[in-house]
């Protein structure tokens, strides 16, 4: 927590000269009068605004300026920051936050310049996320390790396939009582076993990690049309001032307690939206799509509940859950680029999806294709990948082992021999 203020700190706390007297916090609005009474440990504190503080912790959560930390800067980190730096620039009573975000780059070039001199003079990123004023107080570096030296709150969100590396960075970097929120969309699989990427950081950095999820389409953000996410958590105080954080007139967050099952819906569905991606490329209506929908829905929380079998059951019907599964089936960028590969394949001139990925994006990563493969991973070590039909078929499919029409048939052939549709059930 950054402390600002011309105020004593805790240890000297109350300060020799307090006898009533009146303190200016030197970057706050507040005018505090000062009352020892007689138990010592307990101070009525009278701020411009008529609020009333009974006690030393609250008076400094009151008075606390949180410095925040981007970890990310591709399109959802930038629709995401750009959030953040419109409030933290908006000053009231209860403003928490310092009004400067320093956003990390991944330092590359962009048209002859370095992008993050780029972003900084023009305030916008035009590789990936062209025409978004970001604010002005959004400061690009390209340092990682000067991104979090003195961040309090720190929020990821890079493609989890770079999340290990950047981890490991920040070993002995981090601020002692950060806290941190995951806005990836992923996970690790290690011999071990899975690792999500709020674990990760944990595990890695020692610190909370909460995670923000939600039907949330970058550019539709950048818009300020109306989304919605939850904020999993296991820290309340934490999931809080996240919230408070991130939460705009367009952008309705609510907290969730299901942390697990809020980060395994925004992984699975990616595998989804390629079979939805396939679907389209083959030229099918809705109809066929929402049966993937819904296949997809019953796999995700199957295959949650099978890997942490607390998660429950509501998230799935959470917007991490169905809503995002339907933002992304309709408008993602797993659904583009499976749909184009689909075509590719049934024109008979076949395109890989690192060509397409390149060629449509341009820089941006798709998360879906490694996602299916880490899934894969443990259905097959599990011996789980008959229970998982449409996520075992979109799997083959992706990788050549059968044709995009199967993404249909399969569905065809489980109904023809009156099967469940692997409800994922069998193995609990
Ligand atoms: N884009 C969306 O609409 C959206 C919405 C919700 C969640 N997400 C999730 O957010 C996460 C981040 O996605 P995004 O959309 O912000 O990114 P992106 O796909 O738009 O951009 C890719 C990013 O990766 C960076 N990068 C490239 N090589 C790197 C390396 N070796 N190490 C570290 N970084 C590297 C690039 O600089 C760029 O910032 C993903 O997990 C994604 O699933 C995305
Ligand atoms: O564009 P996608 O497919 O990576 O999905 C984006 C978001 O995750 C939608 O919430």
Redo the contacts with the bound molecule.
């Keep these: 927590m950054c402390n600002s203020l011309a105020f004593p700190s805790p240890l000297c706390f109350p300060p020799p000269s307090c006898d009533g007297s009146v303190l200016r916090a030197t970057h706050s609005p507040l005018y505090l009068l000062v009352i020892p009474f007689t138990h010592g440990s307990v101070y009525a504190v009278y701020g411009l605004y008529g609020r009333y503080v009974y006690d030393y912790s609250t008076l400094v959560e009151a008075l606390a300026r949180y410095r925040v930390a981007m970890i990310g800067s591709g399109a959802w980190a930038c629709a995401a920051v750009r959030m953040m730096a419109q409030n933290t620039l908006a000053h009231d009573p209860a403003d928490n936050f310092t009004d400067e975000i320093k956003m990390w780059v991944y330092e590359e070039e962009y048209e002859g310049r370095k992008l993050t001199e780029v972003i900084n003079e023009t305030h916008e990123n035009p590789k990936y996320f062209p025409g978004f004023d970001l604010g002005s107080n959004v400061r690009a570096v390209p340092s990682i390790d000067e991104a979090v030296a003195d961040a309090d709150l720190i929020v990821f969100c890079a493609p989890h396939q770079f999340m290990h590396s950047i981890c490991k960075q920040l070993i002995g970097k981090v601020k002692p009582g950060a806290s941190a929120i995951s806005l990836t969309?992923g996970m690790r699989v290690r011999p071990e076993g899975p690792q999500l990427i709020s674990q990760m950081v944990r595990r890695n950095l020692g610190i909370d990690c909460a995670v923000l999820m939600?039907?949330?389409?970058a550019t539709d953000i950048g818009r300020e049309q109306l989304s919605e996410a939850v904020i999993g958590y296991d820290n309340l105080d934490s999931a809080e001032r996240f919230k408070k954080l991130f939460e705009r007139p367009y952008f309705r967050v609510s907290l969730l307690p299901d942390p697990v099952g809020a980060e395994m819906c925004?992984t699975l569905k990616?595998i989804v939206?390629l079979g939805a991606g396939v679907v389209d490329g083959l030229g099918l209506g809705p109809n066929s799509k929402a049966t993937i929908i819904r296949q997809g829905l019953v796999e995700m929380r199957a295959f949650s509940k099978a890997l942490y079998p607390s998660v429950r059951d509501d998230t799935f019907l959470d917007c991490c859950g169905v809503g995002?599964l339907v933002?992304?089936c309709y408008g993602?960028?797993?659904?583009l680029v499976a749909e184009a590969w689909t075509r590719a394949q049934m024109s008979g001139t076949p395109r890989t999806f690192e060509e397409l990925e390149a060629e449509l994006l341009r820089g941006q990563k798709l998360?879906?294709v490694l996602t299916s493969n880490e899934v894969q991973e443990i259905l097959r070590a599990r011996c789980w990948e008959s229970n998982y039909p449409l996520f075992t078929t979109i799997n083959r499919i992706i990788n050549g082992h059968l044709p995009p029409k199967f993404v249909v048939d399969y569905v065809v052939s489980e109904l023809m021999r009156g099967s469940q549709m692997g409800d994922g059930t069998q193995q609990n």
């Design positions: 969309k939600g039907a949330n389409i925004g990616n939206a995002d933002a992304t993602g960028r797993n659904r998360q879906g």
